[in-house]
Nanobody
């Protein structure tokens, strides 16, 4: 089993920045993919950004140019740097990971991000 623990959420004004962290209980050196998803009230969970085993990244169109996903292998942590935040970025942000050799996906408990206008 793998545990993922998110942190870094909070309340910020529009135009501000936050950095989310996702700490994994297993080495992320052998990840298949790790990513950030978000779910706003009344909406489906959506992909925000993912990073693959070779460092290739993918972003939702709505966050391109504002958000950056990165990882620190020695710390087994994946980050999401969020700049120029907008009220529509308000949501619970979840970390998800899958590992080579492990079956299934693993999710964190989520961290709330609230952007005020």
């Amino acid at each position: 089993q793998v545990q993922l623990v998110e942190s870094g959420g909070g309340l910020v004004q529009a135009g501000g920045s936050l950095r989310l962290s996702c700490a994994a209980s297993r080495s992320i050196g052998s990840i298949n993919v790790m990513g950030w998803y978000r779910q706003a009230p009344g909406k489906q969970r959506e992909l925000v950004a993912v990073i693959g085993s070779r460092g290739i990244t993918t972003y939702a169109d709505s966050v391109k140019g504002r958000f950056t996903i990165s990882r620190d292998n020695p710390k087994n942590t994946v980050y999401l740097q969020m700049n120029n935040l907008k009220p529509e970025d308000t949501a619970v942000y979840y970390c998800k990971g899958s590992w080579i050799g492990l079956r299934g996906d693993y999710w964190g408990q989520g961290t709330q991000v609230t952007v005020s206008s």
